[in-house]
């Protein structure tokens, strides 16, 4: 058992808990508060007064999957060969050794949902890991298909109907490639349960199944206004489960992205305006989706920009009319959700996974960092001495 005591806690669902506790057994918690009594012989980690928050959560990565610095030969997010690879998935090519999960300990990151990239239309399924260091990727998976990635706009029509003078070469065609293999899946689906019959097995169309049957989402890649449009029309189309990655421009159609009810992984918010699609980037979807009550969390898109920085992205939203606490929800409590797992991540409550981070200044504050991050009760990081 081990028990972080004399913390500032911040839970995420709850307001904050002055000379709190949180008590781990068996890798959940199993109280939080300011009354929680230690059982003898628990060790004991004396948080100094500093915040304790639920470990974060980076809904949209590709850590493991592009290595910083080392170009094609190391880069394995996108398969370019066709504009439909749902087939594919993202387990398959991460490497659990890239430096990049020392850049989640070091932002407090304790879950990601690792997604293929964004060049083609139906891409392939995601996987969600814990970020603690291991030699088998397996030994870090929490969910192996975390929804299929799908995408619209600029990346799709550049990665094959500029490169290679295939479809799509229009936001038409990636629309309608996209509806053409969810159709196809519903009808293969249908047949597969009549018939059972292998020999007209498709790996492609296998994988959407969970998609047209709703029991995983759609993870849309979607920045311009009229490209989210599309994706929560296509989806009405299917009555998919979806949610919008990315989501640039979203402060232009917040009130129609609250009564969708979707989840927006919005972000980075600190990167370039590399391409058309990205003018205007920053923080202002987020402050609107906050206005105007829709669902939302942030995303550092590592390596885009790097996962250390989550918790500034956060900060940042104070600056632009956020409240401190829905700030941190964006990086806890509303990504957990985000990717399906808020009834066991991204707070500090009883029968949760124990995942916590104990840092040495306010989470917000882009000058704190952490000072040991638990996962599942185990400690996973320390901060050096300076």
Known sequence: MLAVTNAEVH????????????????????????????PPGAEVIDAGGCPVTPGLVEPHAHVGMISAGFGFGDSDVNETTDPVTSHVRAIDGLNPQDEGFSDFALGGITTALVLPGSANVLGGTGVIIKTRRAKVVDDLVLRENGGMKAALGENPKNA??????????????????MREWLRRAAEYADNR??????????????????????????????????????????????DLDYTIEHTTQGKKIAGLLAREGVSCAVGPCMSSESKVELEGVGYDTPAALEGAGARYCLTTDHPVVRGLYLHMLAGVLSAHGVPADAALRSVTLSAAEHIGLGDRLGSLEAGKDADVVIWNGDPLDGRSRPEAVIIEGEVTYEAPDL
């Open 11 to 38: 839970p995420a669902a709850e307001a904050v808990i002055r000379d709190g506790t949180v008590l781990i057994e068996d890798g959940e918690i199993r109280a939080v508060g300011s009354g929680v009594q230690v």
């Open 160 to 177: 094959h109907g500029k490169q290679n003078e295939r479809a799509p070469k229009t936001r038409m065609g990636s629309a309608a490639i």
């Open 193 to 238: 349960a009549d018939d059972g019959d292998d020999a007209k097995y498709d790996a492609r169309l296998e994988a959407l199944i969970p998609v047209v049957r709703g029991r995983i989402p759609l993870r849309i890649h979607a920045h311009r206004a009229d490209d989210i449009v599309t994706a929560t029309r296509i989806a009405g189309e299917f």
